[in-house]
């Protein structure tokens, strides 16, 4: 993997020698934008990002490639700037003639993807490439210069929004204090890590009001000696579907798996494995979805900046959730309760059970992308294939969320009610953020 940053550059250098010296024919290709979030997929994996600090850098990334797309096309696409909690005008262009806006947006969109969180020179090298390669095929020295200032202009803006949004302050807040109470999440095997970033919802939210907006009710209340009970019912849904998963099933688990840092421990050997992370994921479908399509390079930027901004809401909303709850895993439950050697087929996040992040995230995401590109939607999946995981197909953006609903349930991770409601929950903050962003023209 380590060499993929070069390969699709590579690509379309072969491409570009075979037609024409046009560095159009690289720039103002959409699949260069959806191979730039990949590579972003890519430094994130690397770095083990929690997939809620992933969505962080997403929005980000993709609202500044986004920016750049609507100064350059105004009579298309309207700048987030006022719509954005607290995201002032963004600096207009001042020598249109000689900024190639694609290149310039996927310029920004590296270098607030890189700056957000992660260490300085992280995509240094996959910019560098293109830069060579546009000055190879033919863009002139003062549009490079011009389209590169401008992306600076526009990436610092965020940048200077984004540091407002209390991210800094969560990062020394004050702990998730574990309590050994019936009914309430302690630590899971094999890493038992600590609860995962338990200050995200006082994370400042783009589009949804506050945090809370859309709090779910309260989940079936904990209790495993009453057999007729909603929640023993529920324990028992679980432990029954992972005893007995198809094939099938145990392929839709996997392929929703997404879990970003995997422990495994094989008798005194422990090794990790990665993938991309529940919103990396979907990034990944945005590009699929634009290819398939056949949009083109500003449809991708816009599609990938409102799915981004979906994601990100849905995990504020989720984490408010889920520590207003605090609510305990299937695995602890079936281990303490009834059967001490019972595993999940997948291995339990760090954090509270309800409500389910990905089925709330992945929901999200369904609506901003069924905005952008309708519904019955057919695709095939390929996200999880560079993981050994074979593609899925799809119908519809919703049919892929619903599926991701019953993964988690088949995976061992959450009861089913909290899969349902979530995806219920993730709708209405997906159709929240559709309705309220004015986007296209």
């Known amino acids: ?50 997939p809620i600090v992933a969505s962080r850098n997403y929005a980000y990334a993709a609202i500044a490639g986004y920016e750049v797309t609507a100064a350059g096309s105004p009579s298309q696409y309207q700048s987030l700037a006022g719509q954005l909690k607290n995201l002032e005008a963004i600096p207009a262009p001042e020598d249109t003639a000689n900024i190639d806006f694609p290149y310039a947006s996927i310029v920004a969109y590296c270098m607030v993807g890189e700056a957000v969180t992660f260490p300085e020179g992280s995509m ?49 807040a004050e702990k998730y204090t574990v309590k050994d109470i019936p009914g309430r999440w302690v630590p899971t095997p094999p890493m038992y890590a600590s609860a995962a970033e338990p200050h995200w919802m006082e994370i400042r939210t783009m589009v949804l009001d506050s945090a809370n907006q859309f709090r779910p009710i309260a989940p079936p209340t904990f209790n495993v000696t009453d057999k007729n009970s909603e929640y023993y019912k529920n324990v028992m849904m679980v432990k029954n579907a992972v005893d007995s998963l198809t094939e099938e099933q145990k392929h839709i688990a996997n392929f929703w798996d997404d ?53 990100f809401d849905a995990f504020i909303h989720c984490w408010d959730a889920k520590y207003a709850f605090n609510t305990i895993r299937p695995e602890t439950v079936i281990n303490k309760y009834f059967d001490p050697n019972w595993r999940p087929l997948l291995q339990t996040p760090a954090f509270p059970e309800y409500t389910c992040g990905h089925s709330t995230i992945s929901s999200s995401a369904a609506e901003a992308l069924t905005s952008v590109y309708g519904d019955n939607f057919s695709y095939t999946d ?60």
């Open 259 to 311: 879990n970003p840092f995997k422990m495994n421990i094989a008798g005194h050997a422990m090794f990790s494995t990665k993938k991309f992370s529940p919103p990396g994921h979907w990034m990944s479908v945005v590009g699929i979805a634009n290819k398939t399509a056949g949009q083109d390079f500003n449809t991708a930027t816009y599609a990938f900046a409102k799915t981004a901004i979906a994601l």
């Open 124 to 172: 240094k090298a996959y910019t560098d490439s293109l830069h060579q390669l546009v000055k190879a095929h033919g863009m002139s020295s003062k549009m490079i210069e011009a389209s590169e200032a401008y992306a600076k202009k526009v990436g610092g803006a965020i940048m200077v929004w984004s540091k407002k949004d209390h991210y800094a302050q969560t990062r020394s």
């Open 1 to 50: 993997m380590k060499n993929s940053k070069f390969l699709f550059i590579l690509f379309l250098f072969q491409y570009a020698c075979n037609t024409a010296s046009d560095y159009k024919t690289i720039t103002h290709n959409p699949d260069l934008y959806a191979n730039t979030v990949h590579e972003l997929n890519q430094v994130v994996m690397g770095n083990n990002f929690s």
């Open 382 to 441: 390929s996200t999880e294939l560079e993981f050994g995981i074979a593609n899925r197909k799809f119908t519809s953006f919703r049919q892929a969320a619903e599926e991701n609903n019953w993964a988690r349930f088949y995976g061992g991770l959450h009861f089913h009610n909290s899969c349902i409601t979530s995806t219920a929950q993730g709708k209405l903050v997906g159709n929240w953020v559709v309705s309220h962003l004015k986007m296209k023209k």
